[in-house]
């Protein structure tokens, strides 16, 4: 499978190419040839085939030869080795809780799948990768902990000082070895500004050889499409396909649902669940794309102004809106109707929802109140134990942090303090090599 960039300048890559480069070098995205199909009878009877079996079978045919597949077969079992459940919340109504992976969100699955591919393109290179991202809370955690000890690659992470929580501070300052966190006195907007100029700066990537660890990668937005086919898998009414609300951002996870949709799992219909951020709503109105400044909301990991894989939907569907809009809506939902939801499907369904998921939920439960006839399931994309002041506020219950994170909480953090501003970051990859 040969890789082309939605920018038609850059030349075409294979998957080895595509996941060490990030971004083509005419700054467009990656993109498949071609969307290959599953075979209809491994969809037909998924619940003979485990996890593994089908994530393999999924994403064997986008890595080609580039990976040999007794190899990917290891990379894809370490990638899904935690539950991912369809849990019912009402009748109509399930949550496919994508948060039981090692940082509680779900972008464990592309960060694991991605740190597992470039470490296996690495192991014959004498240079090393630096792995460099900018983090508003989320991506920076389950990076840190899918690079963690990944021979080859160090991995550098920014993220804004005090403006993350507790859980998600442990998480990118604890591990140590090849991860290095920076704590920029900022915003995320100041982070994100000084890795783009980084990536920018002809000298600095001379010296280092830099990518970035985001969802335009394509070895993390490709595994995303797993769990769709696991959540087909335990759904119930097998001959009325699920309507899916995705929590959106940057759109790489709805991206990949539509993906999977595209080479034949059945989906009816697939929801873009943003918060007040919600220049996708405004698209499929006016079908103007017009991005704007990120507002800061509740569901923090979705404030995102110009969402990068957005041009990959176009793709999908060819750039021709009517066939987009007929399987595509979108849904925008206020602070003050996440939390009212949080509290809300607490004392009805006695479930807890995080503030993504509290818009997922909402957006599909307000489409099915008009399509009354069908069923559905949101993205439970992080756990609530991630964000306790939303959650607690609203459901007057103390959310406990798992057994399994108290030895990380226990551990002290490491961070280099540094100030806004690009010289600071240079000064710093530079002397580290
Ligand atoms: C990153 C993130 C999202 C948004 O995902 P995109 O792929 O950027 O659309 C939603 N919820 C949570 C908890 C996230 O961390």
Not at 38 to 51: A, F, G, K, Q, T
Request: contains cysteine.
């Amino acid at each position: 499978m040969n890789y082309y960039s939605t920018n038609k300048q850059a030349p075409v890559a294979d998957f080895r190419e595509a996941a060490i480069k990030g971004q083509a070098p005419d700054k467009g995205l990656y993109f498949p040839e071609r969307i290959p199909q599953v075979d209809p009878e491994l969809i037909r009877n998924l619940d003979d085939y485990s996890n593994e079996e089908i994530a393999f079978r999924v994403i064997q045919p986008y890595v080609g030869a580039t990976i040999d597949e007794a190899q990917l077969f290891q990379i894809v079992s370490e990638t899904v080795n935690f539950p991912i459940p369809l849990v019912p919340v009402t009748d109509q109504i399930s949550s496919l809780e994508l948060f039981h992976g090692p940082t509680l969100a779900f972008k464990d699955i592309g960060a694991r799948f991605m740190s597992r591919c470039l470490g296996y393109f690495t192991k014959d290179r004498k240079e090393k990768i630096t792995v460099l991202v900018a983090t508003s809370g989320d991506t920076g955690g389950a990076v840190a902990n899918g690079f963690f000890n990944v021979e080859g690659v160090e991995v550098v992470i920014l993220y804004p000082s005090g403006k993350v929580s507790p859980v998600q501070e442990k998480q990118l300052t604890t591990l140590g070895h090849n991860i290095q966190a920076l704590e920029v006195s900022g915003t995320f907007d100041d982070c994100q500004a000084m890795v783009k100029q980084a990536f920018a700066d002809p000298e600095l990537t001379q010296k280092l050889f830099l990518t970035s660890a985001n969802s335009i990668n394509v070895a993390r937005w490709l595994p995303q499409q797993f769990y769709y086919f696991f959540a087909y898998k335990q759904w119930q009414c097998k001959d009325q396909p699920p309507v899916i609300a995705v929590p959106s951002g940057n759109f790489g996870n709805i991206c990949a649902g539509i993906l999977a949709m595209q080479s034949g799992l059945p989906v009816k219909h697939f929801i873009a669940a943003c918060n007040v951020n919600d220049i996708v709503s405004a698209y499929l109105s006016t079908e103007i794309l017009q991005p704007r400044e990120a507002v800061p909301t509740l569901s923090n990991a979705m404030d995102v102004g110009n969402p990068s894989n957005f041009v990959r939907i176009l793709e999908i569907f060819n750039h021709q809106f009517p066939l987009l809009k007929d399987k595509l809506s979108s849904a925008t939902i206020s602070d003050a109707a996440t939390e009212q939801t949080i509290g809300e499907v607490f004392r009805q369904f006695h479930y807890t929802l995080d503030p993504h998921g509290a818009v997922g939920y909402l957006s599909l439960a307000n489409y099915l109140q008009k399509h009354p006839e069908q069923k559905g399931m949101f993205l439970e994309t992080a756990h609530p134990v991630k964000f306790p002041d939303a959650v607690e506020r609203n459901t007057k219950e103390e959310q406990i942090i798992p057994a399994s994170l108290e030895p990380m909480m226990q551990q002290p953090k490491q961070s280099i303090f540094m100030a806004p501003g690009y010289q600071n970051l240079k000064e710093y990859l530079w002397n580290k090599v």
